[in-house]
T-cell receptor, first 117, second 113 residues
Framework: NAGVTQTPKFQVLKTGQSMTLQCAQD?????MSWYRQDPGMGLRLIHY???????DQGEVPNGYNVSRSTTEDFPLRLLSAAPSQTSVYFC????????????????FGSGTQLSVL | GNSVTQMEGPVTLSEEAFLTINCTYT??????LFWYVQYPGEGLQLLLK?????DKGSNKGFEATYRKETTSFHLEKGSVQVSDSAVYFC????????????FGTGTKLQVIP
């Protein structure tokens, strides 16, 4: 049971380049989300999804696209990278049916450190 | 919208000292409240949670009580250890299983021997 897998772990981009951060989970979780972590700003929600074909914006969605074609995968796309997108990105998932259960929690990936030059 | 406010860090304590990290929230209804911990170089992991008013979450010697009247969920530990050095995040999920999870800015704790 791998949990939440993020790739790559590190990435350096030039301004204007595009790339996709991958996130996959093998726990059959309906809910998946992307956060960015910046010093002094905590974790800010970028986009989230409550099931295949359903996505919604978080606090800081500009410059990012997502899609959810399967339950397992939730990729995050940067269409034209900017230095302001330099950050650590975390993918997280949870079970919605278990949301009212005592074991509700978000499962986090190990993060992707992205630098945009 | 929903929000979480945490005390700013860093917090530096000596081993065996008492820890309090303040957290207050803004949300309608009855959100679920969480504390997550991030150890250096790792992702976040759940420390404890509470789902209704007056509930107390506890784990690894840490405790937090859901106070509806003061909209607070302060984290406490009676005697911290060097191994507790980490960043602690308060978070909430609004009522309803499909709701997103909102995090505070995090509080860095450093425990010195």
């Amino acid at each position: 049971n791998a949990g939440v897998t993020q790739t790559p772990k590190f990435q350096v981009l030039k301004t204007g380049q595009s790339m996709t951060l991958q996130c996959a989970q093998d726990m059959n979780h309906e809910y998946m989300s992307w956060y960015r972590q910046d010093p002094g700003m905590g974790l800010r929600l970028i986009h989230y999804s409550v099931g295949a074909g359903i996505t919604d914006q978080g606090e800081v969605p500009n410059g990012y696209n997502v899609s959810r074609s399967t339950t397992e995968d939730f990729p995050l796309r940067l269409l034209s990278a900017a230095p302001s997108q330099t950050s650590v990105y975390f993918c997280a998932s949870r079970n919605i049916q278990g949301a009212f259960a005592t074991n509700e929690k978000l499962f986090f990936g190990s993060g992707t450190q992205l630098s945009v030059l | 919208g929903n929000s979480v406010t945490q005390m700013e860090g860093p917090v530096t304590l000596s081993e065996e000292a008492f820890l309090t990290i303040n957290c207050t929230y803004t949300a309608t209804g009855y959100p679920s409240l969480f504390w997550y911990v991030q150890y250096p170089g790792e992702g976040l992991q759940l420390l404890l949670k509470a789902t209704k008013a007056d509930d107390k979450g506890s784990n690894k010697g840490f405790e937090a009580t859901y106070r509806k009247e003061t909209t607070s969920f302060h984290l406490e530990k009676g005697s911290v250890q060097v191994s507790d050095s980490a960043v602690y995040f308060c978070a909430l999920r609004a009522s309803g299983g499909y709701q997103k999870v909102t995090f505070g800015t995090g509080t860095k704790l450093q425990v010195i021997p």
